[in-house]
């Protein structure tokens, strides 16, 4: 049993706290006792109050040294250096007391100056495949797509000649990836998919000669820009259903008009503005640039910039303005849709994915008693007949315009669409025959039914 010394106060119902005299000795231990207490007690609030102060030391060393990394951008050791030195004083602060670092129950969170995705050293293999139209776009993982986007802006010149932050242009890079959405077809690898293919152009056509670096760069921003938070449903779905983009934009390329919006929120943010170096005239030069190419994406206007083109391709003059614009203008279209210039077990998987999104929509507007379009019908659309018209009528005629002022595209972007038209019409001599003898099967089923 603990013994209670009969000096010391101790609770009643009645008395909680009950006061008992102490002699001489026992009150200087006391008051040593409470002196302790009292100590103690001090250093926990005077460690209490001093939460802010210790929080404004770390955001402001936390700042110095992010500053430090966004200074000196272009050296990579210094960056890793300063990575560490911000992962060691978090853990440092850490352990002092994580309770301190608790409000309303969230945690401070570090800001993402500095890009989270690793840097990939890219193979010299690698770094001569991303030059040619049949590049594997499947190959990759997110981070290694990223990469692989900042090696071109660098291959290009872009980041040395336009004094471009490295680590702005890593943290657009990521803030693009996330601001395409997850559909099955318009989303962040189609965004790689279509800027590759423009690099691949650039560089197979050597329009670093006939263009200026504006020019090029204006082309590849908004090759990355192109489809920004596609919503999965076409221009004619938004018309149809009313919604609120298509109000917004008056039915006027509604998509395209989005794109762009949200191309440059991002560009508004600081943080992401790989044009800060730039004075006003020359933003607004690549801002008007990079709006007119993402509009002529609209499919809905192919005809009429394919017809401005075919006048100006025989007599094409580099230092006209109208005709290097509408130049760059038929360029981005074929990106766009250039998937099947790709190998066949490139580009089939594409296929593949722009039907599941297209059913989608079909699937929502019949739900919806909206018009529906056959080519996107999962009940009358097959691969090869949605694909023979397009690469027949569409594409073939483009890219054989623009073989005129470059003929060197042909074995390469050329041929191979002349072979899946092919492919796909002896596909499609398959499926009629298949389709004929299951139409004979039927019939003589019903004669033979009727016969009994």
Known sequence: MVSIDPTMPHNTERLPYRVVPLTGGQLADKEELFQNVLTQVAEQFSRAFKINELKTEVTN?????????ELEGM??????????????????????????????????????????????MLSQQTIDALKKPAFDVW????????????????????VRDFNINPITLKRWLLCIHDNYKNNPFHNFRHCFCVTQMMYSMICLCSLQEKFTQVDVLILMTAAVCHDLDHP???????????????????????????????????????????????????????????????????????????????????????????HATCLKMVLIKCCDISNEVRPM??????????????FMQSDREKA???????????????????????????????????????????????????????????????DDAMNEVQKMKSENLTMGGKKK
């Open 61 to 69: 060393r936390l700042a110095m040294l992010e500053k430090r990394v």
């Open 75 to 120: 050296k990579v050791v210094e960056i890793e250096k300063c990575r560490k030195d911000i992962k060691k004083l978090r853990e440092e602060m850490a352990t002092r007391d994580n309770s301190n670092f608790l409000e309303d129950n969230k945690k401070l969170t570090p800001r993402r100056d500095v890009p989270s995705y690793p840097k990939y």
């Open 139 to 158: 190959l990759w993982e997110t981070n290694e797509m990223l990469s692989c986007l900042e090696h071109m802006y660098h291959d290009l010149g872009l």
């Open 232 to 322: 999965g449903f076409n221009n004619t779905y938004q018309v149809n259903a009313r919604t609120d983009m298509a109000v917004r934009y008056n039915d006027i390329s509604p998509l395209e008009n989005h794109h762009c919006a949200v191309a440059f929120q991002i560009f508004s943010q600081p943080d992401c503005n790989i044009f800060y170096t730039f004075d006003p005239e020359a933003f607004k030069q690549i801002r008007q640039g990079t709006i007119t190419l993402i509009l002529a994406t609209d499919m809905a206007r192919h005809g009429e910039i394919l017809d401005s083109f075919k006048q100006k391709v025989n007599n094409f003059d580099y230092t006209d303005e109208e």
């Open 345 to 358: 077990e490139v580009a089939e998987p594409w296929v593949d994915c722009l039907l599941e999104e297209y």
């Open 368 to 430: 919806e008693g909206l018009p529906v379009a056959p080519f996107m019908d999962r009940e009358k659309v097959t691969k090869p007949t949605a694909q023979i018209g397009f690469i027949k009528f569409v594409l073939i005629p483009m890219f054989e315009t623009v073989m005129k002022l470059f003929p060197q595209i042909e074995e390469a972007m050329v041929q191979p669409l002349r072979e899946s038209r092919d492919r796909y019409e002896e596909l499609k001599q398959i």
